[in-house]
């Protein structure tokens, strides 16, 4: 297959700086769109995949998959992207596209398994896909998503996996007017999370670690914030919210907060701590509590979570960095010195 080589940012270990590196992207077939990036968002999900957390990270790995770009080449059976418009890309970029699941949507279940926008088995080239941090991005239009008028476009970059993994959980769990809902963590997702359930409606109590964040959290639109260190603070909060949703990148106890729940209620795991957590029979059985997750959105969903967004002018808070400042960044946001979202101004990686 024709490919051709393209600058981008990887490493070659969980334990070296990332550093510029040439991959190849494939030349457009029939029914793919080429899109030079212009943004690119980092998530905890990159640094956990670079720190290979998870056990199955393949290097050289190049992260990013909050990309946004404009659209260089299409295939010659593209109808829905034209040359020249914004378009993005998520997490998903490939999937069987005929097992139930793709057919009703939900491609991030495939029974195949879709494929990640890095880290993930190729299909079409074989090794496996290199993600945003990279010059240009390529793949089959069913993956790529319309940009809505955003007037700050590297702010919109953090919907496309941030906005979509907080979206997908609010709706399903029913979040609107009369519900009371925790958002657990103030980062990258959390801070969506509580912007996102006020526009649909809910009342939005946050729950943070940091004292920094209690205050802030009202700025973004919280109704009320708790220090979750202080338990009297916690205490109060005993059996009032519908569901929380829990976006803790780290291994913590989730106890408490299925104690703030009422009966029937949830706590929703996105957050991905590498480590096993512990629930207790009771925090659950009593009050018929469900302790759920919930894995990022599909590419309908995403289109519309988009379209919510840009309806209600939701768009992250960033920091807007090069990419010879990405190190610092992924040092920062292990340490949660972040205020929300880092967001790569991609005209920096050299030609
Ligand atoms: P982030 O910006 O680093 O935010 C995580 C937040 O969790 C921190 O800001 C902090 O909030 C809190 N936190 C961190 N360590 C903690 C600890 N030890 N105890 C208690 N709270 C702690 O990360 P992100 O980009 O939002 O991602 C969050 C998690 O979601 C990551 O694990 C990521 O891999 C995962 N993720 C999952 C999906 C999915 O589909 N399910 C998609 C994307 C990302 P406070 O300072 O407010 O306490
Ligand atoms: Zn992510």
Redesign the pocket.
Known sequence: METKQVNAFGTGAADKPLQSVQIRRRMVGAHDVEMEILYCGI???DL?QIKNDFGGTTYPIVPGHEIVGRVTAVGDHVKDFKVGELAAVGCIVDSCGHCEYCKDGIEQFCDEGCTYSFNSPDKVLGGVTYGGFSKTYVCNERYVLHMPDFKDLAAAAPLL??GI?VYSPLKHWGTGPGKRVGIL??????HLAIKIAKAMGAHVVVF???AS?VEDAKRLGADEAVL?TDASQMAKYARSLHFIID??????DVNPYLNLLRHDGAVVL????PQPLEVSAFSVVLGNRSFAG???GGIAETQEMLDFCAKHTIVAEIEKIDMDYVNTAFER?EK?D?H??FVIDMASLKN
Do not use: E
Request: proline residues 3%.
């Open positions: 998530c905890h999900s956990h996996c941030a993994t963590g103030i980062g990258g997702l959390g943070t670690t940091s964040k979750s976006t803790v990148s780290a291994k913590h996105v957050g991905l701590p919930s894995n990022i946001l949660g972040v929300y979202r």
